[in-house]
């Protein structure tokens, strides 16, 4: 019975990916990757480069193959299709990230950002907004910026 209550109040909050969902909703690589293909569309387009960066950051962060890496971003993209808003990512990975991997994460960030060698203000307004969300000052997104560079 609590079980069935459960499903029925994370069903009706908003942002809370739901039971009915193919999210698997307590996976944080799903809400890492969501802020990856969030942050590679931010300028309109979703180039090559930018899905091939964020394939290989998930072979190699989260130590998946192809056929894996694939299936987290089709995940992915179908969860960031469904979010209301990105505080439901940014509010799992504070929670499940150390400091230290969410400066990984920042640093994945830019160099998804920064792969198709175009860098606009939708993509820097977004960068600074998920850093502020994912409790990053602005130094150690800087240090994420220089080090994906």
Same mark, same amino acid.
């Given at each position: 019975m609590?079980?069935?209550l459960r499903r029925l109040v994370s069903d009706s909050v908003p942002g809370t990916p739901g039971a009915h969902s193919r999210v698997y909703p307590h996976d944080v690589r799903i809400a /890492? #990757? /969501?802020?990856?293909?969030?942050?590679? #569309? /931010?300028d309109g387009t979703f180039s090559d /480069?930018?899905?091939?960066?964020i394939m290989e950051s998930l072979q190699r962060h989260f130590g998946v193959d192809e056929a894996g890496a694939r299936e987290l971003l089709a995940e992915a993209a179908a969860a960031n299709r469904d979010a209301v808003d990105h505080f439901v990512f940014t509010r799992q990975v504070v929670k499940e990230y150390s400091l230290a991997q969410r400066i990984v994460l920042a640093e994945l960030m830019w160099q998804v950002v920064l792969a198709d060698g175009h860098f606009d203000e939708q993509e820097a307004y977004l960068i600074r907004k998920l850093a502020n969300l994912l409790e990053l000052e602005p130094a150690f997104l800087s240090q994420a910026r220089r080090s994906a560079e």
């Open positions: 609590f079980d069935a /890492a #990757c /969501a802020l990856l293909v969030e942050l590679s #569309c /931010a /480069a930018e899905q091939h960066r």
